[in-house]
């Protein structure tokens, strides 16, 4: 009975999948480069749009965005997230990226790759040079295949269950992920988890934006942010938070009130953090102190394209692709290089299993993780 029941499971799901996908996406992509299957589970392409004409693509691999298009202040469409053409492309085995990923269990990193729970203590995988347990692991969420649970034009809601000792964190969890496109263009990403035994839980959107849509020809660093933050967390040389916050007046990481050009400070190498995290690549702790203000925008002066972030997470990760080196060839071609992208990843504060006075990410029987993020777009003259 369970055989057939995961066979008929599979058959829905690519059925899904099939419904939602046209002959070529409005990106570009070919949904068919998305049918494949990793480890014996089938993968495929869902798109989502609304009646303003954006487009969103999605692969159950991974939980990722493949594709977001909005348009400019000309109303071009425009592609503005790194990825792929196809969904083998994604598999570890070829490139190992987190671009678009649903991360989990944990996003960002926990130093020593250590945390205890009621006196008992874990020893995960060392995977960011052999120093901290980064994303999960070496084979993190970004590396399963999710199944579909709904699928429509305008929403996908992807499930995985990661089994007790994967990656050796404690503890079956069942979690999900759900998209949903609004009419006025706005990606509404919600996140809910469950456990049998109690563990540790974080889980973020990993997307790589580029508001331009050209990645080949232009950086983030002519593009300007705000971030609604007074405070972030200092780390040490592994980009471990030490526990304390800092203010982030009169630092390169100060980005309240004017939006300010992203390139202009990134490579002050006499401010610690900065020359730490090889450009921005840090926690800010969020002020939460107006429900109408955004957590983080981000201008395009080149297309007037406007990304306006949205969360309940106490803390939002920056990071401006400082480690991109042209070794990825990604959509139709391009190469990505150096800071040709800006990640925008909602999430509790890295590390905090490992500081108690910190939001906690434990997750316990009977409770319910939940998380949201909101990625608005909107055009600027």
């Keep these: 009975m369970k055989k057939v029941f995961v066979i008929v499971a599979s058959a829905l799901m690519l059925a899904a999948c099939a419904e939602k996908a046209p002959e070529l996406t409005k990106s570009g992509l070919d949904p068919r ?6 480890e014996g589970q089938s993968t495929c392409l869902v798109t989502l749009t609304n009646g303003s004409g954006m487009e969103v693509c999605v692969t159950n691999f991974g939980g990722r965005i493949v594709s977001i298009m909005v348009p400019d202040r000309n109303g071009e469409y425009r592609d503005v997230v790194l990825g792929f053409d196809r969904v083998s492309d994604y598999f570890p085995e070829n490139n190992k990226t987190d671009f678009g990923a649903s991360i989990g269990r944990y996003a960002n990193r926990i130093g020593d790759g250590k945390f205890s729970i009621d006196g008992k203590e874990y020893q995960l995988p060392l995977n960011d040079n052999g120093v901290c347990c980064l994303h999960g692991g070496f084979s993190g969420w970004q590396y399963k295949v999710f199944s579909v649970a709904e699928a429509d034009d305008s929403h996908v809601k992807l499930t995985v269950v990661s089994p007790d000792g994967d990656n050796n964190f404690p503890g079956t969890v069942t979690a999900s992920v759900t998209f ?11 996140y809910e988890a469950e456990t049998d035994a109690p563990t540790v839980i974080n889980m973020t959107n990993h997307s790589y934006f580029n508001l331009s849509g050209d990645p080949a020809c232009h950086t983030v660093c002519d593009d300007f942010m705000t971030i609604n933050a007074d405070s972030f967390t200092p780390t040490d040389e592994h980009l471990i938070p030490t526990g304390e916050f800092a203010s982030v007046e009169g630092t390169p990481l100060d980005f309240r009130g004017e939006a300010r ?40 002066p080149a297309t007037g394209i406007v990304l306006d972030v949205y969360t309940d997470e106490p803390g939002i990760q920056v990071y401006t692709g400082n480690f991109l080196d042209g070794s990825v060839t990604g959509k139709k071609g391009v190469v990505y290089n150096r800071r040709t992208a800006i990640c925008l990843e909602s999430q509790h504060y890295p590390d905090s299993p490992n500081k108690a006075e910190w939001p906690t990410t434990v997750l316990r029987p009977g409770e319910k993780y939940s998380s949201h993020c909101v990625f608005a777009f909107g055009v600027t003259e």
């Design 261 to 300: 050009r992203i390139g202009d400070r990134i490579e002050t190498v006499d401010f610690q953090p900065i020359a730490f995290g090889h450009g921005y690549d840090h926690n800010w702790v969020l002020n939460h102190n107006c429900p109408d203000v955004p957590d983080a925008s981000v201008i395009c």
């Design 180 to 190: 949903t496109l609004t009419e006025d263009n706005r990606i509404d990403i919600s």
């Design 33 to 38: 480069n998305f049918d494949a299957e990793y």
